[in-house]
């Protein structure tokens, strides 16, 4: 296959907590992860913001000055990387996601596609945590297309079911996207999308004409088999600490690096090779 493998690297995600899983929050831990997962291929980078107070890691911030300590040492660390950040935020108040965007102005920034009741539970039947309506209304997705647009940055739509990739459809429809949006296929949470390798191969079939796509795996050894045919059907490739602790081995990760070099590697099995930042950018920004 000619088509280059662009990867990303999740550094740390919104719900790891650094008080029992060693994932980066401080913009040292988060531009010295960058750099690994750069040495071993990745191109662009998926960023979350936390809090920087002692003790606080595990809480998200939307605070503008702690985004920008962070991004500007994810990019002194990696300069030629693209930046991706991340939006997602409960309730209707976006003002925080709008204020990150305005100051960072990334390449690109994830825009969750629709609503999901955020559901897990224990092996002995009990919530893993209280249910949660993850929400995102029309209204919401369009405030947050609306500040993309305004500061030049690309939305990537991400799709946690199959009516959210549906529904990404819709919003080119009615013009709130341009065609050929940036979709990714977020696999493995609990109560939505399995981490289906046959699920996957409808899921490319099903999306916008034109749209560039990638999977985002999320659980443990489910996640591989479902890298290798995300390769084999020519999508861009994501892994990271926010996405999986695991490698192919089933050990444990102790870098971001690790996981991007497992799917590096993973690509090259299905004989592509790793995309440069320059290709990255033509693929998904330069169009």
Not at 100 to 106: D, G, I, M
Not at 259 to 269: D, T
């Amino acid at each position: 296959m000619d088509e280059p493998a662009i990867l990303t690297c999740a550094l740390t995600g919104v719900l790891t907590d650094p008080r029992r899983v060693p994932v980066p929050v401080t913009p040292e831990e988060m531009a010295a992860e960058a750099r690994r997962a750069c040495d071993e291929g990745a191109t662009v980078l998926h960023v979350h913001f936390r809090r920087q107070e002692p003790g606080q890691g595990h809480l998200p911030s939307w605070d503008p000055a702690v985004a920008t300590e962070i991004v500007d040492a994810v990019r002194d660390a990696c300069p030629e990387a693209l930046l991706n950040c991340s939006t997602g935020v409960l309730g209707d108040d976006v003002s925080g996601p709008i204020a990150c965007l305005e100051r960072l102005r990334p390449e690109i920034a994830a825009c969750n596609a629709g609503s999901l009741n955020y559901l897990k539970t224990r092996s002995d039947g009990r919530w893993a945590w209280p249910p949660m309506l993850f929400d995102n209304p029309v209204e919401k997705i369009e405030a947050m297309l609306r500040a993309m647009r305004a500061v030049g940055t690309r939305p990537e739509m991400e799709c946690f079911d199959t009516g959210h990739l549906r529904s990404v459809g819709l919003l080119v429809d009615v013009g709130l996207l341009a065609p050929g949006p940036l979709v990714n296929f977020v696999m493995g949470v609990a109560s939505g999308m399995p981490a289906s390798v046959e699920l996957l191969a409808l899921l490319v079939d099903w999306r916008p004409m034109g749209s560039p796509w990638q999977v985002t795996a999320i659980g443990r050894a489910e996640v591989w088999p479902l890298q290798e045919r995300a390769a084999e059907l020519g999508g861009a490739l994501r892994t990271g600490l926010e996405d999986t602790l695991y490698r192919p081995d089933g050990a444990r990760a102790r870098s971001n690096g690790e996981l991007v070099a497992a799917l590096a590697a993973a690509a090259r099995r299905a004989g592509r090779r790793v995309a440069t930042p320059d290709e990255a950018r033509t693929a998904l920004v330069r169009h």
